[in-house]
């Protein structure tokens, strides 16, 4: 009676619906994405380069399109949308996946670059929900493009080679943290104070007046062509200096900076890339900004996702404005994002019984939010029992969890943003331990079954 009437989730370890083999494979293929990826911009590259030897060419180099063909669009080179057409009408609606690639970090500030101390440090402006503490006393990295005064564009990435220079920002010892400790934490940290140290060494000029800063931009401006007005039109970011390891005796889990949301961006990708003639046009949907609302022209908010469908449209010969809406109106979608594993060491935190496990597979999230439901997309108990038919049919081992107890958690996806365009959509993405830390970790048997997800569902 117990077996026929009762739900327990499965250990995808202990599933003969999953190959260990086959998941440890798949995931050698994302730690190394995830460790060349750094940035949103540097997702894009990477992501471009593998959809051309995947078959897919430019949206804007066609001038008609026809069932399994494979295309794709750039937004301002902090976004890309995949799609393959599928073979039924696009009126009919589209399956997407739409998954995030910025991530929690440092930005600096537009003149960050100051002398105090005998040292020279740049100041920071925290970008995303982080915890201030977890950034100090650890190595960061910088990357980031820089616009110089002539128009010309210059990259920069430091720090994650194994010869690389890396930069951190000063903690306080113990011996004088009295004060600080009697803090919330919180008040503990200020966000001011997250100045990143660059260099110690003075330029060899006794006539200048900050030798230290001039150090600094003398290298800048050696190996970068920078000056210090060149700091205004750049965006220059600082992300954990650490690479993707295995984690546990065991090598089941994976630990590294940024899986939030890169997990589910590189998974929805590899899915993609594999599918072929779909029935459904089928759209990976990669954008920037979640982490700070989905806001401005490569968020989730913006136009772009609806000006490519439109595109889209009219190469298919269709309106790009009913087209379009009958579209969307039909439209499925997968709102890929990450949740939050339970943790036995934050246990009361969590309502145990609706929470991610980690290795028990792709976690669906039926609403996200805060509180009430505030802010939250809350899919129909139809699009809920669709996907869970599909992914039964095909044996996808998943989970279903909330993020943290009703009143003492919650947070936020694209999911809102795309069910606003009249798109039945659900969260499904894989769970974190310390999301939004500088080593967040997931189960690579989760992050196989995100992509396994995903595959049958764009498919």
């Not at 290298?219 to 007005?229: A, F, P, R």
């Not at 908010?301 to 809406?325: D, H, P, Y």
Request: glycine share 8%; with cysteine.
């Amino acid at each position: 009676m117990e077996k026929t009437l009762s739900y327990k989730r499965q250990c995808a370890w202990k599933s003969d619906k999953a190959n260990k083999d086959e998941i440890f494979m798949f995931c050698e293929g994302y730690k190394s994405f995830l460790n060349s990826a750094r940035t949103e911009r540097e997702f894009v590259l990477c992501a471009e380069k593998a959809a051309l030897q995947n078959g897919f060419s430019a949206l804007q180099n066609k001038d008609s399109l026809k069932p399994g063909d494979r295309v794709y669009r750039i937004n301002r080179g902090k976004g890309i949308l995949m799609a393959v057409i599928g073979s039924e009408d696009i009126e009919k609606g589209a399956h997407i996946v739409g998954a995030h690639i910025d991530s929690p970090r440092l930005d600096l500030k537009q003149n960050p670059l100051y002398e105090d101390g005998e040292t020279a440090l740049v100041k920071t402006h925290y970008y995303g929900g982080l915890r201030k503490y977890q950034w100090l006393a650890t190595p960061l990295a910088m990357h980031g493009r820089v616009v110089l005064a002539n128009g010309n564009t210059v990259d920069i990435s430091i720090g994650d080679e194994d010869d690389d220079f890396t930069f951190t920002i000063s903690d306080l010892l113990p011996h004088l943290a009295r004060e600080q400790g009697s803090k919330t934490l919180r008040d503990a940290f200020d966000a001011e104070n997250l100045n990143v140290i660059v260099g110690s060494i003075p330029v060899d000029d006794e006539e200048s007046k900050k030798p230290i800063k001039d150090a600094v931009l003398q290298y800048l401006n050696e190996n970068y062509g920078m000056v210090e007005e060149d700091f205004l039109s750049a965006e220059i970011e600082m992300v954990p200096a650490v690479r993707v390891r295995d984690v546990g005796f065991d090598r089941s889990m994976i630990g590294g900076p940024a899986q939030d949301d890169r997990v589910c961006a590189y998974t929805a990708m590899q899915a993609i890339f594999e599918t072929k003639n779909p029935k459904h046009t089928a759209i990976c949907l990669l954008v920037d900004k979640e982490e700070i609302g989905s806001m401005g022209n490569t968020g989730m908010q913006s136009r772009f996702f609806e000006n490519t469908l439109a595109e889209i449209c009219c190469l298919l010969g269709k309106s790009a404005s009913l087209s379009v809406r009958r579209c969307l109106s039909n439209a499925k979608c997968l709102s890929a994002d990450v949740n939050a594993a339970f943790d036995p060491n934050f246990a009361g935190v969590y309502e145990k019984s609706n929470a991610a496990l980690l290795g028990h597979g792709v976690t669906i999230s039926k609403y996200t939010g805060h509180g009430g439901k505030a802010e939250s997309s809350d899919a129909s108990a139809e699009f809920m029992g669709e996907i869970r038919r599909l992914f039964n049919a095909n044996n996808v081992i998943w989970q279903t969890a909330e993020l943290g107890k009703v009143d003492g958690g919650g947070g936020g996806t694209i999911a809102q943003y795309v069910a606003n365009l009249d798109v039945d959509t659900i969260d499904c993405g894989t769970a974190l331990l310390s999301m939004h830390s500088p080593f967040e970790v997931c189960s690579k048997a989760d992050v196989y079954m995100t992509y396994r997800a995903y595959k049958c569902f764009l498919q």
